[in-house]
């Protein structure tokens, strides 16, 4: 594995290897890597193309910088993930290094509805600031291939805006299903910060959404929203949304809709960690 800190060294490596024909798959992450991101790693050797991971915790998209503060790094350990995994680079870049002219002097985007639901009304600013990085790290490594992770449904409805927004039409947006723990829970690097009894009574965001969908032929959605928010707070956690949508592009639902492609998404805090998941419905 090949590791790059600077822009241009990483620009004229991956010009090369196109110069070869490689295709270049590309996995932005924010470090604190767990088996979610080495799947996305996989599959893109899978797909045999060169498998490029970034690493960099990206200050515009949080809108609370106590949690940017928390944010758990652990580099060394991640590049040894990767070193298992066979990854072909590791770009590791500096703030200065993404944002030299400081970090308001980089372009944004208007992703209209999806910025005013869900984690866009939970999180002002959170998807323009993903949006801002992610712009820059595609013109940066500039793949054919983008990985993305099922856990952050609405930031991988995001993310497939931007590519033609940014006039890149053959970027071909793959999205891979969540990773989960035995119990059920979406890996996450925040998963990290739970205590052990946080821990144990976690799972429950995900019997809620196997709730949200077993039921989708038995009960009206208002009756199991309430059953899964009692049931979260009953086990200590204080819930911002428990939501259904249209898995295309979501639009909320009231109710079940039959004949459509659904999602249900939930974002609920324990303590002071914030989870979220969702599943197909």
């Known amino acids: 594995m090949v590791i790059f800190k600077n822009i241009n060294d990483i620009k004229n490596y991956i ?4 110069d070869g024909k490689h295709r270049v798959g590309f996995i932005p992450t924010m470090g604190a890597l767990h088996a979610g991101h080495i799947s996305l790693i996989q599959k893109a050797k899978e797909d045999n193309v060169l498998a490029v991971c970034s690493i960099f915790v990206n200050p515009t998209q949080f809108n609370d910088k106590k949690d940017l503060e928390k944010y758990p790094v652990s580099t060394e350990a991640d590049i040894e993930l990767l070193l298992d995994a066979e990854c072909d680079v590791l770009f590791l870049p500096s703030v200065n290094e993404i944002y030299p002219d400081g970090e308001g002097n980089f372009k944004t985007y208007d992703f209209g509805y999806l910025d005013t639901i869900l984690e866009g009304a939970q999180r002002p600013g959170h998807f323009r600031g993903v949006g801002q990085v992610v712009g820059r790290l595609l013109e940066i490594v500039t793949p054919d291939h983008l990985y993305l992770g099922q856990k952050d449904y609405q930031q991988c409805m995001v993310l497939r805006k931007l590519a033609p927004m940014m006039g890149l039409n053959d970027l071909n947006v793959i999205i891979c299903p969540t990773t989960r723990e035995a119990d059920g829970l979406a890996m996450s690097s925040r998963n990290r910060r739970l205590t052990e009894p ?4 976690a799972a429950v965001i995900y019997q809620c959404l196997v709730s949200i969908q077993s039921k989708q032929f038995t009960s009206s959605f208002d009756i199991v929203r309430k059953e899964c928010e009692d049931l979260l707070a009953a086990k200590g956690f ?13 639009t ?5 809709k039959p004949h459509t492609p659904m999602v249900a998404l939930i974002a ?9 998941d969702n599943m197909l419905v």
Do not use: F, H, N, P
């Open 15 to 18: 010009s090369l290897k196109k």
């Open 198 to 201: 946080q821990r144990v009574v």
């Open 252 to 256: 909320l639902l009231s109710d079940y």
């Open 268 to 276: 609920t805090r324990i303590g002071e960690i914030r989870l979220i």
């Open 238 to 250: 204080a819930t911002e949304y428990v939501a259904l949508a249209d898995a295309r592009d979501l």
